[in-house]
């Protein structure tokens, strides 16, 4: 099992920046794709990011690409969200998961371990 830490969540007006942490703990070996994800209030909760933790090919979904950028600090076993020109909408709680297969960056049930979240919210 991987633990996962997520820091970095806040108030913010929109245009602004916020970036999210992720610490990985545990069997950190088993990840194949390190994940964001969000969940507003009333929504299900959707993709944000994604980044394959041996080529660091990264991927997005099409509401953040441009905005957003996800990376990954080897020696510190931790993932970043950089958000940028944040919008009302982006409100969440954002979470990072960790996906042990080489199946669909996007698709939630794949990702194994969960982190407890941080609350984003952007103010208009």
């Known amino acids: 099992q991987v633990q996962l830490v997520e820091s970095g969540g806040g108030l913010v007006q929109a245009g602004g920046s916020l970036r999210l942490s992720c610490a990985a703990s545990?069997?950190?070996?088993?990840?194949?794709?390190m994940g964001w994800f969000r969940q507003a209030p009333g929504k299900e909760r959707e993709f944000v990011a994604a980044?394959?933790?041996?080529?660091?090919?990264?991927y997005y979904a099409d509401s953040v690409r441009g905005r957003f950028s996800i990376s990954k600090d080897n020696v510190k076993n931790t993932v970043y969200l950089q958000m940028s020109i944040l919008k009302p909408e982006d409100t969440a709680v954002y979470y990072c998961?960790?996906?042990?297969?080489?199946?669909?960056?996007?698709?939630?049930?794949?990702?194994?371990?969960w982190g407890q979240g941080t609350q984003v919210t952007v103010s208009s």
């Open positions: 545990g069997r950190t070996f088993s990840t194949v794709i």
């Open positions: 980044i394959r933790w041996s080529t660091e090919s990264t």
């Open positions: 998961a960790s996906n042990p297969s080489t199946s669909n960056y996007a698709r939630l049930r794949d990702y194994t371990s």
